[in-house]
T-cell receptor
Framework: LAKTTQPISMDSYEGQEVNITCSHN???????ITWYQQFPSQGPRFIIQ???TKVTNEVASLFIPADRKSSTLSLPRVSLSDTAVYYC?????????????FGQGTELSVKP | EPEVTQTPSHQVTQMGQEVILRCVPI?????FYWYRQILGQKVEFLVS????????KSEIFDDQFSVERPDGSNFTLKIRSTKLEDSAMYFC??????????FGQGTRLTVV
C-alpha cells in the first residue's frame, strides 16, 4: 500500500475554509484516495473518497490532480466541532478484504 | 444509517485474564476488521476476516489473539492472557467490496 504524508497539525478559525494536502507519491492504479475523521475516543468516520479530479459531498470536497500523487481535502467554513484528526489513506476498495493503513493524521484545531 | 456496534464500551481486566470484545458488523457486509489505538498513537491494523477465515493479520496479532464469527452476526476478538500493553481502544470495522469501511465506536480496554 502506498504511504501517505500529511501535516501533523493545522490551526484555523471558525468560518474559514481549511485545506489539508496529502502526498501519496507511490499510489497504484487501483488505489482510491480516502479521508477519515476521528474525534477523541471515537472510531474513525468516513468523510470522502475519490479516484481522480474533484469529488464533493455535503461535508467536504476532494481535489485530486491528474498525476494522483497528491490530494487536498477542503472543509468549507469550519466550526469548532470540526476539531478532530483527519486521516488521508489510499484504499484498494475493490481488493478482496483490503485493509486500511492509517498514518499519524492531521490534527486540526479550530478556534473561535 | 446502519452502524457497527461494539460491546462493552469499556472493559477493565486484570493482567493475565482473558477478554472477549464483541462487534456486530453491518448486516450485508462481508469483510470484517479489528484495529487498535493506544492512547495518543495512530490506529493500527490487527486482522481482517472474510468468508469465515482470517485473510490477513499484522505482526501485532500474535498467538494470544483470536477472532471468531460464532453465529453469523457477531464478530469477536479474544485476547487470551492480557498484558498491560494491551490497554488500548479496539475498533471493529466492516465493509462491502467497493465501499468505504464503517467503524464502531470502540471498546476501551484497560489492563490493570
Amino acid at each position: 500500500l502506498a504511504k501517505t504524508t500529511q501535516p501533523i497539525s493545522m490551526d484555523s478559525y471558525e468560518g474559514q475554509e481549511v485545506n489539508i494536502t496529502c502526498s501519496h507519491n507511490n499510489i497504484a492504479t487501483n488505489d482510491y484516495i480516502t479521508w477519515y475523521q476521528q474525534f477523541p475516543s471515537q472510531g474513525p468516520r468516513f468523510i470522502i473518497q475519490g479516484y481522480k479530479t474533484k469529488v464533493t459531498n455535503e461535508v467536504a470536497s476532494l481535489f485530486i490532480p491528474a498525476d494522483r500523487k497528491s490530494s487536498t481535502l477542503s472543509l468549507p467554513r469550519v466550526s469548532l466541532s470540526d476539531t478532530a484528526v483527519y486521516y488521508c489513506l489510499v484504499d484498494m476498495i475493490y481488493n478482496q478484504g483490503g485493509k486500511l493503513i492509517f498514518g499519524q493524521g492531521t490534527e486540526l484545531s479550530v478556534k473561535p | 444509517e446502519p452502524e457497527v456496534t461494539q460491546t462493552p464500551s469499556h472493559q477493565v481486566t486484570q493482567m493475565g485474564q482473558e477478554v472477549i470484545l464483541r462487534c456486530v458488523p453491518i448486516s450485508n457486509h462481508l469483510y470484517f476488521y479489528w484495529y487498535r489505538q493506544i492512547l495518543g498513537q495512530k490506529v493500527e491494523f490487527l486482522v481482517s476476516f472474510y468468508n469465515n477465515e482470517i485473510s490477513e493479520k499484522s505482526e501485532i496479532f500474535d498467538d494470544q489473539f483470536s477472532v471468531e464469527r460464532p453465529d453469523g452476526s457477531n464478530f469477536t476478538l479474544k485476547i487470551r492472557s492480557t498484558k498491560l500493553e494491551d490497554s488500548a481502544m479496539y475498533f471493529c470495522a466492516s465493509r462491502e467490496q467497493g465501499t468505504e469501511a464503517f467503524f464502531g465506536q470502540g471498546t476501551r480496554l484497560t489492563v490493570v
